[in-house]
């Protein structure tokens, strides 16, 4: 893996990717912060040699460099899923891509339905902790241990320091932000109603499909992790409606706008 992950980084540096700061994922329906980037670089994920490719119709697939806030960052325009059938490697891979490209900080966010009920869609939740759901971990294969510790600590997997600036930038803007548990599943399908009460039981404050796996990643490299979900639907078990995916696509797009002061602020103080 080590010579796959090197040549994907050759090849990204011969394009002009060098010096990187801080790695940004973007989620469903997530796009718009790339108009406040100064663009240097973009490439298409099919070009890029061993990455894989999004099939999501509403996921760009770039990978994209530039200049944010003073800062060299390297920016997922859409993110790899379990559910399109790609490993929990895959998923990954772009993270250690990132992180051998320089990254230090890596900043992530998604779409996802809220659990708890005192959360409303179209408001904003950092994840201060998560609850993997599924079904294996991106760090087992035969030779992890090459890439980093195998027994990764996940005592703090969200940086504390970037959870307090969050909250002080939200404060400062009048942005609604609240706090909560991630529980990533594998999807495509939305959850029953049994499903989102056992979620709300074992802790979970919102739910997708999506951010776990890099976040592991992130930890077994060191480097420091910051999450928002913008909740785009609410998940009341005791009065489920059904959801169209393009309400979600429509509520995230609504809710971005905060989402993007908080990215920008906190890349500014970096």
Known sequence: MIKIINETVEYLQSKGFE???VGIILGTGLGQLI?????????????IPNFPTATVEFHKGKLIYGNLEGKKVVVMQGRFHVYEGYSL???????????K???????????SGAINLDFKKGELMIIEDHINLQGSSPLAF??????????TDMSAPYDKHIIDQFKTIALANDIKLHEGVYASVVGPQLETRAEYKMLKIIGADAVGMST????IVANHLKLKVG????LTDECDPNNLKPVDIEDI????????????????????NL
């Open 19 to 21: 010096n990187a700061e």
């Open 35 to 47: 108009d406040e980037i100064e663009v240097l670089v973009e490439v298409s994920y099919n070009h």
């Open 89 to 99: 490697r895959d998923v990954s891979y772009p993270v250690r891509i990132m992180e």
């Open 101 to 111: 490209l320089g990254i230090k900080t890596l900043l992530v966010s998604n779409a």
């Open 142 to 151: 035969k030779g992890v241990e090459f890439l980093g510790e195998r027994f």
């Open 212 to 215: 776990v796996p890099e976040v």
């Open 227 to 230: 999450a928002v979900s913008v």
């Open 249 to 268: 696509i429509a509520m995230a797009n609504k809710a971005e706008p905060n989402m993007i002061i908080l990215f920008k602020e906190l890349i500014k």
